[in-house]
């Protein structure tokens, strides 16, 4: 009974317990960061394959002809 009623006085718990909740809110902003720079770098990827493959030199990041 000593054993169990030392546990519940203990503190060290919350600490871990602290840790965990930073551990988790870190891993979810990384991996909503993950995502979003996956999307970005995967439209550019498209973009890029546009271009090779025919597409217009104003898609493309050429300067548009001056008009005259």
Do not use: W
């Amino acid at each position: 009974m000593k054993k169990f009623i030392k546990l519940l006085k203990d503190k060290s718990g919350a600490s871990a317990a602290e840790y965990a909740l930073i551990l988790a809110i870190v891993g979810s902003a990384i991996a909503i960061a993950a995502l979003g720079l996956g999307n970005a770098v995967g439209n550019r990827m498209n973009a890029a394959a546009s271009c090779i493959t025919g597409g217009t030199a104003t898609d493309c990041g050429a300067p548009a002809a001056p008009a005259s």
